[in-house]
């Protein structure tokens, strides 16, 4: 059973940085094309990056040149490394398969705010 758990959200000041993880369970997350979420208040969920199984990324307009995504197949665990952070991007974050997400794969996401 695949299971993803995020960590590493936090109040940060606009311009800061964090690095989010997601934890996975199950072998089947080396081929997975994983992705990560945010969804902010009153708003719908929406992709803002994702990582294929060899490394090759993508990221939304809102988050490029600012945010990394990557991966440690070795260790089943993904990342995103959030730079020059906005009050915009406060949200809840979280894991799943990238652009087809599983409902059953939704965790409890992590919770990032960006406020001075």
């Known amino acids: 059973q695949v299971q993803f758990v995020e960590s590493g959200g936090g109040l940060v000041q606009p311009g800061g940085s964090l690095r989010l993880s997601c934890a996975a369970s199950?072998?089947?997350?080396?081929?997975?094309?994983m992705g990560w979420y945010r969804q902010a208040p009153g708003k719908q969920r929406e992709l803002v990056a994702s990582?294929?199984?060899?490394?090759?990324?993508n990221y939304a307009d809102s988050v490029k040149g600012r945010f990394t995504i990557s991966r440690d197949n070795t260790r089943n665990t993904m990342y995103l490394q959030m730079n020059s952070l906005k009050p915009e991007d406060t949200a809840v974050y979280y894991c799943n398969v990238g652009g087809q997400p599983v409902t059953n794969y939704w965790g409890r996401g992590t919770q990032v705010t960006v406020s001075s």
């Open positions: 990582i294929s199984s060899d490394g090759s990324t």
């Open positions: 199950g072998s089947i997350f080396r081929i997975l094309r």
